[in-house]
């Protein structure tokens, strides 16, 4: 390979990544049903979005956070799916340097604010069951805005260290990378100098991307728990519950596959596995986000039909 930009410090002008499957066959089958993923993801989150946009009774904080994470979801699935869609159309994947580098970072920046994003609804859903009285102004529109902000910094300084880190790590080759994006476990395994930084970081990264939020998570349900089952009636308490329902699975689904991509940091064999998680971490979960959330949430429903029907919300 031809010296990179980059001087001596790197030999690798661009990657191979080796994808799903090398069977051509089966690449067609696959393009056909990650094209349809892709489509009814980006339409169902679009539809939601719309539906909190243009219904007034889904203009509250649980909806405002709702519909960023709509967004989320369309940015992220978008920074994997339209290139791996490409891939399978040619057979073939050879991504230059910089744009692995540049997906590396979209990738990590769009879903580390969702995952901060689930810590606010989580706090939302909080100060909404256990400080009712003072809701209103606990998560008035300022705070509301300062939470998105805090989140999207957060993440951009974690997306920004990663990349810069990669960046100067030597890659000499081989290239060929076994995944089907860009991502911090697969460029570790070839790079041909110390990772031992690179790893600590991905420690420090994962401690404040997962184990703090997830922490903060629990602690908000703990107490919203012990308020809801206070509460008297069964009716109230299954109201109660509900509105938190869809999140809890939204957020189960979130972590678990997430902290399954990064469990096995340095094991090369489990990069097959590790594509069958990545599959339902950045694929199958941005689309099943809308789906759980709009199933168990007549609100979101109705507002639903209203916008696929182009009937107004009612006075």
């Not at 690798?12 to 990544?17: H, K, S, W």
């Not at 040619?90 to 910089?98: E, L, S």
């Not at 460029?187 to 041909?192: D, G, I, T, W």
Request: charged share 10%.
């Amino acid at each position: 390979m031809e010296p990179g930009d980059l001087g001596n410090r790197t030999t690798v002008t661009e990657f191979i990544l080796v994808g799903l499957t090398e069977n051509v066959g089966l690449q067609s089958i696959l393009f056909v049903v990650f094209f349809f993923i892709y489509i009814v993801t980006v339409g169902s989150n679009f539809s939601t979005l719309a539906a909190i946009i243009v219904e007034p009774t889904l203009h509250t904080p649980m909806y405002y956070f709702l519909g960023i994470l709509s967004l989320l979801d369309i940015g992220y699935i978008t920074v994997i799916v339209p290139p791996m869609l490409v891939c399978l159309l040619a057979h073939q994947c050879r991504v230059p340097y910089a744009a692995c580098l540049s997906q590396l970072f979209f990738f990590h920046l769009l879903i580390g604010v969702d995952c901060h994003l689930l810590t606010a609804m989580a706090y939302d859903r909080y100060l909404a069951i256990c400080q009712p009285l003072t809701y209103s102004t606990r998560m008035s529109r300022e705070v509301q805005g300062a939470l998105v902000g805090i989140c999207c910094t957060i993440s951009f300084i974690n997306a920004l260290t990663h990349t810069v880190a990669v960046s100067v790590l030597d890659f000499c080759g081989p290239n060929i990378v076994n995944h089907f994006y860009c991502d911090l476990p697969p460029l570790f395994q070839l790079s041909c100098s110390s990772i031992h930084l690179n790893g600590q970081l991905l420690f420090v990264g994962a401690t404040f991307m997962g184990v703090i939020p997830m922490i903060l998570i629990s602690v908000s349900y703990a107490h919203v728990t012990a308020a809801v089952l206070h509460i008297r009636s069964s009716e109230g308490r299954n109201r109660a519950f509900s509105t938190c329902g869809s999140h809890l699975t939204v957020v189960c689904i979130f972590y678990v596959t997430g902290c399954s991509s990064y469990m096995c940091l340095s094991s090369v064999s489990a990069s097959d596995k590790d594509k069958g998680i990545g599959i339902l971490n950045t694929i199958l979960s941005p689309m099943l986000n809308p789906v759980i959330y709009s199933l168990q949430n007549p609100d979101v429903q109705g507002a639903l039909k209203r916008v696929l029907t182009g009937k107004r919300p009612p006075s």
